[in-house]
């Protein structure tokens, strides 16, 4: 068992599982993330349109993904830069009450981007959402 780390340690190995979810099946120490980093500039808005709803936009317009990943002997780089994919969308309240709300989010977002293992897609996620209100 390797030791915990809060995050902010440089550590000389991350080694992750392959989940197949598919079949359920998990494979140990599949990813062995040699090194990386991350660093995004997000715009976000959102605008309430009545006391229960609100619409938003959010839009990554610098991105910057920089991975080095090792899978069983093979070791592969992953350099993605640029504009990410807008997305817009509508938050509705159905139940709400003292420090509790209850709400239903219907972003539209379009994926643009293709690569190897992933292919152009149209995707839209409708979600319920539960929370505390602070």
Not at 5 to 28: A, C, F, H, M, N
């Amino acid at each position: 068992m390797s030791t915990r780390l809060e995050g902010t340690e440089p550590t000389d190995s991350v080694i992750r599982p392959k989940v197949l979810l598919e079949t359920g099946q998990i494979i140990p120490g599949y990813h062995d993330d040699r090194e990386g980093t991350e660093s995004f500039l997000q715009l976000d808005a959102a605008w309430g349109v009545a006391s229960a709803t609100t619409v938003f936009a959010s839009w990554p317009v610098l991105t910057h993904k920089y991975y080095v990943i090792g899978h069983g002997g093979v070791q592969t780089t992953y350099n993605v830069r640029g504009v990410g994919d807008p997305v817009v969308g509508a938050r509705q309240a159905f139940f709400r009450g003292p420090g509790r709300a209850s709400a239903f989010s219907c972003p539209s977002a379009r994926t643009t981007g293709s690569t190897s293992s992933t292919r152009r897609s149209s995707t839209r996620r409708c979600s319920p959402e539960r929370g505390r209100a602070t």
